[in-house]
């Protein structure tokens, strides 16, 4: 049984996750959060990652690009999200398992029952306790990120981020109980408000309303 609380964030290109991982872990500071992102992580993770986002890797196959992105997962898992809850830690993610469903099923195609099996291989079947999905039109996504310059999955393009964020409404609707949906086209602080009430909730649940306990 682990002990720790598990929660990862999920979304499109853009929809400001990562603004939404910095702000969270600095409010739940009284729990001593651990903050990941994926793919990443772990020395092995970072270096898969670099492969997955270089642009030069053009001709990168679809399933090349999940076995990857499993890959670099099943090392973070296995050295630090697995430990990290066995001692009764907070972990906060930047993506998960649903990001391999959204973008490798629903936005590159391959078949779902085949990622689910991979997602299963490459975690030993550990869930997050909450998935925080954050909504946003990839329009939207695509302005709040222009200065920066696209990686190989922002390349993509809209339709593409199209494809992913509906596959992610798919998925939040076939586990309610797991992935609670924001609005991301709200600002951040009122995001940051929602977010923070849907893991107070969590907390309540698990018995955590201490920092510690
Ligand atoms: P990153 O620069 O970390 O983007 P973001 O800040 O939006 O998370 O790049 C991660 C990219 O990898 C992103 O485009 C989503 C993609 N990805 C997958 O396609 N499958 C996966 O399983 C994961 C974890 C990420």
Redesign the pocket.
């Known amino acids: 049984m682990l002990k720790g609380i598990f929660i990862s964030l999920e979304g499109v ?1 853009g929809s400001g ?2 603004s939404l991982k910095k702000e969270l872990l600095c409010r739940l500071d009284a729990f001593h959060p651990l903050g990941l ?3 990443g992580g772990t020395p092995i993770s970072e270096k898969i990652r670099n492969l ?2 270089d642009t030069a890797n053009e001709d990168m196959q679809a399933r090349t690009e999940a076995f990857l ?1 499993a890959a670099a997962r099943c090392q973070l898992v296995e050295t630090v999200i697995r430990p990290a809850l066995q001692e009764g830690k907070m972990i906060i993610a ?2 998960y398992i649903d ?2 469903l959204a ?2 099923g629903y936005g590159r195609g391959l078949p779902l029952d085949f990622l689910q099996q991979l997602n299963q291989l490459s975690t030993g079947g550990l869930k997050p306790d909450l998935t925080l999905l954050l909504d946003v039109d990839p329009a939207e996504g695509a302005r709040r990120r222009a200065k920066d310059t696209p ?1 190989r ?2 390349k993509a393009g809209l339709l593409f981020q199209e494809r992913v964020r509906q596959g992610y409404l798919q998925i939040a609707r076939e586990e309610p109980q797991r992935i609670r949906i924001l609005d991301a086209h709200k600002p951040l602080g009122t995001v940051v408000g929602d977010a923070l009430r849907e893991i107070q909730q969590l907390l309540t649940k698990k018995g955590w309303n201490q920092p510690g306990s």
């Open positions: 290109d996750k990562t992102r994926e793919p997955l986002l992105y930047d993506r990001s391999t973008y490798q990686d999955l922002e």
